[in-house]
T-cell receptor, first 117, second 110 residues
């Protein structure tokens, strides 16, 4: 079974509007972390935000927030006030046993976001 | 002051050759990784090292051999390159919860 699912087709958003990128996950671990990375056309992988499974509050980092719904096993990324530079591919990832040296990131297939001027 | 740096950024080589990709991190992290991103952009872990010790080897062909001379470096050597090895290879490092990635090495085997 897929551990990280990103099913949205390419997403489009108008500049300055908010957009939500969906991510669902599957794990039987109690301790895990959920992450979002951005990959612009230049190719680098940029860390955006993370949420630990025991964190009570949703994580926020500037214009990024992670809508964590544990019971639904979803960890959606919300980008507020979209900018042209937000156009990129976005990956959701999970690390199970997340403090262990043997833990690894498992990635979803990614979603392409295009911001329209 | 790049945190995780890989060299080279691009690598074009013929089938059958041997090549190496170098990775260095200046973050003082204990754990380093190699990930492979295929042509469909799917990212998959290949190896992880913790304090120079191999921790994860994710059923990668033994033509791929990682080497960690010290905590700050994790190199990837690939023998007898095949067409299917063409991909982007990312090095990453981690100490706390977050893994930071290098800029990637685009390997093209012709």
């Amino acid at each position: 079974a897929q551990k990280i699912t990103q099913t949205q087709p390419g997403m489009f958003v108008q500049e300055k509007e908010a957009v939500t990128l969906d991510c669902t996950y599957d794990t039987s671990d109690q301790s895990y972390g959920l992450f979002w990375y951005k990959q612009p056309s230049s190719g680098e992988m940029i860390f955006l935000i993370y949420q630990g499974s025991y964190d009570e509050q949703n994580a926020t980092e500037g214009r990024y927030s992670l809508n964590f719904q544990k019971a639904r096993k979803s960890a959606n990324l919300v980008i507020s006030a979209s900018q042209l530079g937000d156009s990129a591919m976005y990956f959701c990832a999970m690390r199970e046993r997340w403090t262990g040296a043997n833990s690894k990131l498992t990635f979803g297939k990614g979603i392409t976001l295009s911001v329209r001027p | 002051d790049t945190a995780v740096s890989q060299t080279p950024k691009y690598l074009v080589t013929q089938m059958g050759n041997d090549k190496s990709i170098k990775c260095e991190q200046n973050l003082g992290h204990d754990t380093m990784y190699w990930y492979k991103q295929d042509s469909k952009k799917f990212l998959k872990i290949m190896f992880s090292y913790n304090n120079k010790e191999l921790i994860i080897n994710e059923t990668v062909p033994n033509r791929f051999s990682p080497k960690s001379p010290d905590k700050a470096h994790l190199n990837l050597h690939i023998n007898s390159l095949e067409l299917g090895d063409s991909a982007v290879y990312f090095c990453a490092s981690r100490k706390g919860p977050v893994a930071f990635f290098g800029q990637g090495t685009r390997l093209t085997v012709v």
